[in-house]
């Protein structure tokens, strides 16, 4: 019945609006995957670049700040105008990066070498679910669909959550420790987080299929990338909560 992807960018009604071409002019899945590759470039470079920076001893603590509010600012015009991703897309890559990169930077400086292990296991868990997801031994029916954005609707309310609780100076219970719990409440939202990537498979798949227009090769990259910076930052918490301990 709902019939949407748990990465609240995707959604099938999103071909419903924006209708079915033939051509040169629809969507295809190399076209997406080689915007999804520009993407990615686009974020490492800025985040190489703002990690650079913080081990030269210069503040990133601005390029942290404006990465995040520029690119949520970018994600939200996008997700509400699909037309305008071929020009916002790389610009949300771009913040997004530098927000990440000084990010990564600091758990770095905290735990040697988590940076890469927390990239390899990304890349290990993405291309493990494409696998599974073309030989179909998983399959996003509509009750998969359901479980995934449900779950992951609960934990971004349990985020908005923790961070207004944070503003007056309360803390929810195991999310942020490294206690047993805390390390299971971790698995638990990385798997969350992975199996996002199964629906924009299947998203992409589908506007491929259904002769989505061009420009949503750009939107399908974009919601690839929510998903993977979102499973790479809980593969992050999650190793060092692990490594703290």
Not at 69 to 75: D, F, H, K, N, P
Request: proline content about 3%; glycine content about 10%; aromatic content about 12%.
């Amino acid at each position: 019945m709902i019939g949407r992807s748990g990465n609240p960018t995707l959604n099938d009604k999103t071909f419903d609006r924006h209708g079915s071409y033939s051509g040169s002019g629809r969507m295809t899945i190399n076209g997406t995957v080689n915007k999804t590759f520009i993407t990615l470039a686009v974020l490492l470079g800025a985040a190489f670049a703002v990690w650079n920076q913080y081990f030269k001893g210069l503040d990133v603590v601005p390029f942290a700040i404006g990465g995040a509010i520029g690119g949520l600012i970018c994600a939200l015009v996008i997700s509400f105008a699909p037309r305008t991703a071929p020009v916002l897309v790389p610009v949300y890559a771009a913040l997004e990066g530098a927000f990440l990169g000084a990010l990564s930077a600091q758990y770095e400086h905290a735990y040697g070498g988590i940076t890469m292990q927390a990239a390899l296991i990304t890349v290990c868990v993405f291309f493990a679910l494409l696998a599974a997801y073309k030989t179909r031994i998983i399959r996003a029916t509509e009750n998969f669909k359901l479980g995934v954005f449900a779950a992951t609707a609960g934990i971004a309310l349990v985020y908005l959550a923790s961070f207004v609780l944070g503003l007056f100076g309360v803390t929810v219970p195991y999310l942020h420790d490294n206690s047993l719990v805390g390390i299971g409440i971790s698995l638990v939202i990385v798997a969350v987080a992975a199996l996002n990537l199964v629906l924009d498979f299947d998203f992409i798949e589908q506007g491929a299929e259904r002769g989505a227009p061009k420009y949503m090769e750009w939107y399908g990259a974009f919601g690839l990338i929510v998903t993977l910076v979102w499973l790479y930052i809980e593969i992050l918490r999650l190793l060092s909560k692990l490594r703290s301990r």
